[in-house]
């Protein structure tokens, strides 16, 4: 049973676009959504993070979008760069035990 | 280095047999948790400890797991009589009091042959 459903499963977005990945999630239990990115060989690295009290969160060129009704939340990376090519997964936290992810989505940039 | 520390790396291991890894977390840290990555999978919860208490081990993959973290400081993972499903990632986050952002180490690339 997956918790938090995450698209695209990859994505091409070129140099200095807009980069959109989402996730929706079942369990009103969640209150913590972090995104994390992970490089080949690597562990993942928090990048951002909100709470469902929050509708918007930006940080530098990561802006997360949450929409409690829904039940989805999304990551915008503005003006892209080749850098920015990784693995991004969203996360869940239900208050206790661990963070729940999504499959995750591979990110290309191309120059 | 104050970030989350596993030791080994990398460990290639024969089935049937043991491996341990080891996860040094962040100082003062009182959360550790333990994951699992399989290829083009997010990381899957396994266990984590506050202190020295494991609160929770029913995520654990199998009874040939289990976690120790004996003075609430650095933790260790076992894998009894390894198979080949075992072969993964393991991951070990960390996180401080009352406070829900976790960092993780490099990981442990474990090839069960």
């Known amino acids: 049973q997956q918790q938090v459903k995450q698209s695209p499963q990859s994505l091409i977005v070129q140099k200095g676009g807009i980069s959109i990945i989402n996730c929706a999630y079942e369990n009103t239990a969640f209150d913590y959504f972090p995104w994390y990115q992970q490089f080949p060989g690597k562990g993942p690295a928090l990048l951002i993070a909100?709470?469902?009290?929050?509708s918007e969160k930006k940080e530098g060129r990561f802006t997360i979008s949450f929409n409690k009704s829904a039940k989805q939340f999304s990551l915008h990376i503005m003006d892209s760069q080749p850098g920015d090519s990784a693995t991004y997964f969203c996360?869940?936290?239900?208050?206790?035990?661990?963070?729940?992810f999504g499959k995750g989505t591979h990110l290309i940039i191309q120059p | 280095d104050t970030g989350v520390s596993q030791n080994p790396r990398h460990k290639i291991t024969k089935r049937g047999q043991n491996v341990t890894f080891r996860c040094d977390p962040i100082s003062e840290h009182n959360r550790l948790y333990w994951y699992r990555q399989t290829l083009g999978q997010g990381p899957e919860f396994l266990t984590y400890?506050?202190?020295?208490?494991?609160?929770?081990k029913s995520r654990l993959l199998s009874d040939r797991f289990s976690a120790e973290r004996p003075k609430g400081s650095f933790s260790t993972l076992e894998i009894q009589r390894t198979e080949q499903g075992d072969s993964a990632m393991y991951l070990c986050a960390s996180s401080g009091q009352g406070n829900t952002e976790a960092f993780f180490g490099q990981g442990t690339r474990l090839t069960v042959v």
């Open positions: 909100i709470r469902p009290d929050v």
């Open positions: 400890f506050q202190n020295e208490a494991q609160l929770e």
């Open positions: 996360a869940a936290y239900p208050g206790a035990d661990g963070l729940t």
